[in-house]
Structure formats: C-alpha cells, structure tokens
C-alpha cells in the first residue's frame, strides 16, 4: 500500500539562533497587570519556535516576536514597518515605550534621519527629526547608544551628543568626543565615553557633562577609546 507522507511540526529551538547583542527588561503596561519582558534585539534569526528578526521578547514562557525584517533588507516596507536595516545598535526604555536606535529607516520612506524608533505597541514610529546625514562622511548617523538623563533621551551617534528636545534632535553640547559610545548617570551626573578626535594618548576617553560643556575626566589610565560606562560597588567603570 502507498503510504502519504506529510511533514510535522518538530520540537521548537531551546533558546535563540543568531547573534542579539541587545537586552534590557519592559513593562508594556507600567503599573497594568502584564508581566515584565525581557527584549532581546540585534540578528535575532530564530527565537523558540517563532521566526523573529531585530526585536523579540521572552515572557517566561515562550518568545514574541515585535518586528519582522531581517538584517540587511533594502526593500521598501509598510508603514509603521522597520526596512533597509543595517545595524541596530541601541535599545532602551524611555517614558514607558521601548526604543531602538541605528542604521534604518521606519516606514517606506528611506530616510536617513529616521534612524530612532519606538514601538506603540502596534507599529514601530520614528522619534523626532533632526539627525541629517554626516556631511563628513556621506552617510546617515550611526546611532550608537541611547541613554536617558532627567526625564529626557539621548543619543550617541557618530558625530558626538544629540539631546531630544520637543520632538527635535540637536546637538548637545560642542563635539569633543567622536563615535560617543555610551552614557552612565553616575551620582547625579551624566558621563559620555567614546573615541577621541585627535591623539589617542593625550585625551580623555570618558567625559562628564558639567551643565553647559563637556569635560575631560582626568585618569591617566583612561585614554583612547572607551566602549562602555557602567556603575559597580559605587564606582563608575569604563
């Protein structure tokens, strides 16, 4: 007798295939009774036994994907849709929404300054205008870290700090430091680290916004590039 194959749904993926190199903990509802998330982005292929690309979530249970389009896609995308993503580089929680930050435009326009974008819980929106192309260089920003100091988000981005003010993007503070790689809030004051724009022994990889400037911050065994700032044992490490 023929026998009729057909295919079956195997076991799901234990865990994530793929590279995200983001991560930080979301409450879609603040105080409503959903439970906290843990959102994962960056080259997220696979994640449990749901196809997810950039952005997925973890409930304890099982893993959410929140947007579809993988890394590298240069078609043109819905409204509300990620497209011609390149990196995403940045991921954070402002005012309650999840953000996310790099090289992409939001919607089917492909525009450069939209490389900022937070999730209303249906569709992705761009935050803000204001990040025109690096003259310098001929390409969009390259967004490489969000952080939020009272009550307002910033961005690192490969031409210093840029400081979101009534949904516009300017600069904050004169450029001092290339490639702004992360901030920190360290007793009550913003720290930035990154590269420096001249001789990589004679500057200050981390500085420290003192109200109307940055400032080197003096330690001769900080110099050159700086990727990260974190708090520890109330320290401010790089």
Sequence with gaps: ????????????????????????????????????????????????????????????????????GPIGASSACNPGSLCAISDINALTVFQGDLVIAGQFSVGDSFNSELNIARWTGT?????GTGLAPDVNRGLPFRILSLGVWQNTLIAACSDGSSILTDGVWTRFGPRRVDDVRDYAVFNGDLFRAGALPGSFVSQEAVERWNGTTWEGVWDTSVVGFGYDLFEFNNQLHV
Excluded: M, Y
């Design 1 to 68: 007798a023929q026998c009729t194959k057909t295919w079956l749904e195997g076991q799901p993926v234990r865990g994530v295939i793929g590279g995200p190199s983001l991560a930080t903990t979301w409450d879609p509802d603040g105080p409503g009774p959903a439970a906290e998330l843990l959102v994962l982005a960056g080259r997220v292929l696979h994640a449990g036994n749901t196809p997810s690309w950039v952005v997925t979530t973890w409930n304890g249970t099982s893993f959410q994907p929140i947007t579809p």
């Design 123 to 127: 569709q992705w929106e761009a935050v």
